[in-house]
């Protein structure tokens, strides 16, 4: 059987355990050799010196704790010890180590007494794990030996050169030579020449030839130093020829390392997981209708169907669908059931075997304790009316389970399956026995011996990606926060991206909610992105190529379905190069945030105005607002976050410098034209800008966020004032319903990108004024979801948070639940007489002099959520939690905790959108830590205003003076900061009068 496993086609280092790495990039099983792997690298490795580490991976290995093995002096070879009882050593190697941690002797199933010698204090004993450790020149002298005779014999070289075939055992030929109590004599002459399990001395190694390599051994080697580090709380399991022993291995729950997580359930699909017991195992596999499984029995790489019981003791492995019928008549209890991919003389064929939980593989026939299904061979034959010699052929040296020729493989004329080694159980019928009898049968030895391995691997992934396509389409539709990027790249990684793009494709045509659309859509640019490899740029960019243009046009009008469908035809075109497929990527996120916009334009049946009467001719209506600075909770207000997990935003409106900074004010005038003047920053490019339009073409920008006038021309449009596109031109719109036009003019004090929210709340200064104009009024509730749906057409995207600053007085919270549609309702924040006073005393405002960069942030930290990056969601769901904790500090008035509520605030946006603090804001951060309870920078952060909670109260002067004490903190300006208490406000003025903004900066 060479070094074969009975109860793994891949062997045992493949062998998968019931166990999640849900810190790996990609989606996989865990095996056996991926657990060595990391203790070696992450565990045992760290700190060595140069040198060859040497591990089997015929065990289990546990190492909880980091061992920190210390390396200092050290020269020759170290073994690695886990302790463990004497009863579980008879089987197995110890080390016998003297007090200075030297290896004195190994023993190998030794008598109770000899494997008592080598007790530790506790009265365990340091078992042979099979890790060792060469020092780089002990590995050089060892490695120098290949080419000496005969031990040339065990390398390729030496037997194409005619050397007789030399096989070596490293515990009890290479190690045995250096510990200090062998004797030359004892170890020369191979009184204790032992080899692993199944290992099979060539047949023409002899006597002499073992003795003058072990001579050679003994020259180079003696006098290295060997000792043994004992890792206390480590276990040990060696994975034995014996079927309980395996079950036990793969339903016991280990704490390997902190990478991996034992569960019962690992990356398999069932419709009924209550049927399944918590202390069974089911590992890649699917499982359909009401399946069974009890304690301590592991069904693995299987696909089952229909009303199956497996009771307890089973091993289910490399079951395919077809075996589901016959499994559903028997009632399983302690047999291993294995489907086997084998290659028979150039055939490909799929057969089956089935052993007991207790049987023996290995004990002779002729032994009493010898059975097969856990009974007895001789009441085996009787009950099945088999001979011994169908069994075994009478040339075999050696009768046992593992050469018994009991599993049929091949058929003259019938089809072979599962019932074909399920009569064996007892259930069969004289036609089963003429069946069995005559075909070609295998024994479990002759399986292994020909494993199709290939095919064994391809069965596995393609119960892996399956499940994996079921996951995506159930994680999407059920809106979990499951990121499924390890997923994707497990499928990148495999060569199944077209399978999950398909997958997606159709999740996105069919989904009725925009917001599983739309995040589906971003999932596809994941799989792009994955495809690009880390080439073709980055991802965050432009995404307005005419190619997709149709794509988008149908997506815009609602048509997800064919919108969708063109999408993936114009995809097929930018699926062969890097830059391709990044730039295909940026354009499925932008299709992405067309969906967005169509979800949250959710929010206008929120919207409610009534008629008032239009105000005359040339009065002008005058909106006023302060700015807003979010104190807690900001990010979890923007779409899709703000309707996905729903969102938690604690704002501050304010005055700056005891102006309010940000206004509108419009009138209707004669002629039929809209007069557009923007006076100031608010997210408008330029100053003093004037735009006339006359006709309706001249408002077809109104979709692009740096057009003149955009935002302006978008608020007609938004609120109906306008209707773009119609068949009707502008001045017969603008006579039949008004008499004549309208002029706008806009101001902000504040400089752009200052992140107080100027874009949003001027928004809403513009539609107040615009309805007020227009005869019509609304409240502010409707004001904000007004807001939330023109920044939508307007192609901008954000959050309500800033409309909610500003408009509305005070300290107040904003929420929005996780739902469509996207609905906001605000709670003004009851505070003691007084703290409003107090709260302006401690605030300040200090401008960076640093232009925020929100644009590519705001695509990040996108891409993150819906990727449902661990780290992303759990600060979501800190930043909603912080905010009501926020709250209540507001409402005790204790300005320590809100400082602190600020403070944390500032480490939860870092987190969302990681390079949003500028080094020189860093520095001047650390340099006022001192003397504030809490600060941060205003919105998503990367500059613009900085504000402070000062310990002191009126510190505009002291703070002034701690900044230009400092060096290298280039231009910056500290402005006063007074809580506003009336918030947006409405007012008439007579023709002539025109406010004069002053700029703050």
């Known amino acids: 059987m060479g070094r074969d496993f009975p109860f793994d086609g891949c062997g045992r280092s493949f062998t998968c355990f019931a166990m999640e790495n849900p810190t790996c990039k990609a989606e996989a099983l865990v095996c056996n050799i991926d657990v060595l792997l990391h203790l070696m690298t992450h565990k045992l490795g760290p700190g060595s010196p140069p040198g060859v580490w040497v591990c089997s991976t015929d065990m289990v290995l546990t190492v909880p704790s980091n061992p920190a093995i210390c390396w200092d002096g050290f020269r020759g070879v170290r073994v690695v010890s886990v302790p463990g009882s004497v009863t579980y050593a008879r089987n197995h190697g110890v080390y016998l180590i003297d007090q200075e941690g030297y290896i004195c002797d190994i023993i190998y199933k030794g008598t109770e007494e000899k494997i008592k010698e080598c007790a530790l204090k506790d009265g365990r004993v340091p078992l042979v794990s099979g890790i060792v450790f060469f020092s780089s020149d002990t590995a050089e002298r060892l490695l120098a030996t290949h080419v000496t005779p005969p031990l040339d014999g065990c390398t390729y070289m030496g037997l194409d050169s005619g050397a007789r075939p030399v096989q070596l055992s490293i515990f009890f030929d290479i190690l045995l030579c250096m510990a200090r109590h062998i004797g030359k ?19 023409d190694t002899d006597v002499a030839t073992m003795k003058s390599a072990r001579v050679v051994l003994w020259q180079e080697l003696r006098g290295v130093p060997i000792t043994a580090v004992l890792i206390a709380d480590g276990g040990y399991d060696y994975m034995s020829l014996s079927p309980n022993d395996h079950i036990q291995n793969l339903t016991r729950r280990r704490s390997m390392s902190e990478c991996f997580v034992s569960r019962h359930v690992v990356y398999s699909k069932m419709t009924h997981p209550a049927l399944l017991n918590e202390n069974c195992s089911v590992i890649n596999s699917h499982l359909e209708g009401e399946i069974r499984v009890d304690a301590n029995s592991v069904v693995q790489h299987c696909h089952l169907e229909g009303s199956i019981h497996c009771g307890s003791g089973c091993l289910l492995s490399g079951l395919d669908l077809p075996s589901s019928p016959m499994l559903q008549q028997c009632r399983l209890q302690d047999v291993i059931i294995q489907g086997h991919h084998i290659k028979l003389r150039g055939l490909k064929l799929r057969t089956f075997s089935m052993l007991g939980r207790l049987d023996d593989l290995q004990v002779p026939f002729s032994n009493s304790s010898s059975t097969f299904l856990n ?43 599962v019932e074909d080694v399920l009569w064996l159980l007892g259930r069969g019928s004289g036609w089963h026995l003429r069946k069995w009898q005559s075909a070609w049968r295998l024994s479990m030895r002759e399986i292994l011996s020909c494993l199709d391995q290939h095919a064994e691997l391809n069965w596995r992934q393609q119960l892996f990606l399956a499940r994996a396509q079921h996951q995506v389409v159930s994680t999407l539709h059920a809106r979990r926060d499951s990121s499924l990027c390890p997923l994707i790249r497990a499928a990148v990684c495999e060569g199944y991206e077209q399978q999950i793009l398909h997958t997606l494709d159709t999740v996105a045509a069919t989904s009725k909610d925009m917001g599983v659309a739309a995040r589906t859509l971003a999932c596809v640019a994941d799989v792009l992105g994955c495809m690009a490899g880390g080439q073709g740029g980055l991802q965050s960019g432009p995404a307005a190529n005419r190619a997709w243009s149709e794509a988008f046009r149908l997506l815009e009008i609602g048509n997800v379905a064919l919108g969708v469908e063109k999408l993936t035809e114009e995809r097929a075109h930018w699926l062969n190069r890097p830059d391709l497929l990044v730039r295909a990527a940026r354009h499925y996120e932008g299709a992405g945030q067309i969906l967005i916009r169509q979800a949250v334009m959710s929010a206008r049946q929120f919207v409610s105005v009534r008629e008032v009467g239009l105000p005359p001719v040339n009065q002008w209506v005058v909106a006023e607002c302060p700015a807003r600075i979010d104190m807690a909770g900001g990010w979890s207000d923007t779409p899709p976050i703000a309707y996905e997990h729903g969102g938690a935003v604690l704002g501050v409106a304010i005055l700056v410098d005891k102006r309010r900074p940000i206004g509108a004010k419009v009138r209707r005038i004669t002629e039929p034209e809209l007069r557009l003047v923007l006076s100031g920053g608010g997210g408008e490019q330029g100053m003093g800008v004037e735009v006339t339009c006359q006709s309706l073409d001249q408002l077809k920008d109104y979709c692009q966020p740096h057009a003149p006038g955009a935002l302006l021309k978008t608020a007609f449009i938004c609120t109906e004032i306008i209707q773009y596109p119609s068949q009707v031109s502008l001045r017969d719109q603008l006579m039949a319903r008004f008499g004549g036009g309208f002029e706008l003019h806009t101001w902000s004090s504040l400089p752009h990108g200052s992140g107080m929210g100027t874009s949003s709340i001027l928004a809403g200064a513009v539609v107040a004024a615009l309805i007020s104009a227009a005869g019509k009024s609304c409240d502010t509730a409707s004001l904000i979801h007004v807001v939330l749906h023109l920044e939508q057409i307007l192609t901008t995207g954000g959050g309500w948070q800033d409309q909610v600053g500003g408009l509305v007085p005070g300290v107040k919270i904003g929420r929005s639940r996780a739902q469509l549609p996207l609905r906001v309702e605000v709670e003004r924040i009851p505070v003691a007489d007084g703290f409003m006073k107090t709260l302006s005393e401690h605030l300040l405002l200090v401008y960076t002099g640093k232009t925020r960069l929100a644009r590519n942030l705001l695509q990040d930290v996108l891409r993150n959520w819906y990727a449902r990056l661990p780290s992303i969601v759990q600060n979501t769901d800190a930043l909603v939690r912080n905010a009501e904790e926020c709250m209540q500090a507001f409402i005790k008035g204790d300005l320590s905790q809100i400082g602190q509520c600020l403070n944390t605030y500032w480490q939860q946006k870092k987190c969302m959108a990681p390079g949003c603090e500028p080094l020189t804001v860093q520095e001047m951060m650390t340099i006022l830590q001192p003397h504030i309870h809490g600060q941060s920078l205003a919105g998503a952060g990367g500059g613009g205003f900085l504000y402070l909670l000062t310990k002191r109260p009126k510190q505009k002067v002291a703070i002034e003076r701690i900044l230009r004490a400092s060096k290298g903190l280039g231009t910056f300006s500290v402005h006063e900061v007074e809580v506003d208490e009336t918030g947006l406000t409405v007012s008439l003025a007579g023709p002539e009068e025109h406010p004069h903004p002053t700029r703050i900066i």
Request: charged letters at 20%; hydrophobic letters at 40%; aromatic letters at 10%.
């Open 185 to 203: 004599d004892v170890f020369v002459n191979g009184a204790r020449r032992i080899l692993q399990s199944g290992d099979i001395t060539p047949p």
């Open 375 to 417: 009974v007895p061979w001789s009441t085996f034959f009787e009950r099945m009316g088999i001979r011994k010699e169908e069994v075994w052929a009478p040339s075999l040296e050696q009768n046992n389970l593992l050469n018994a020729q009991l599993f049929p493989v091949l058929h003259v004329s019938q089809p072979l399956g």
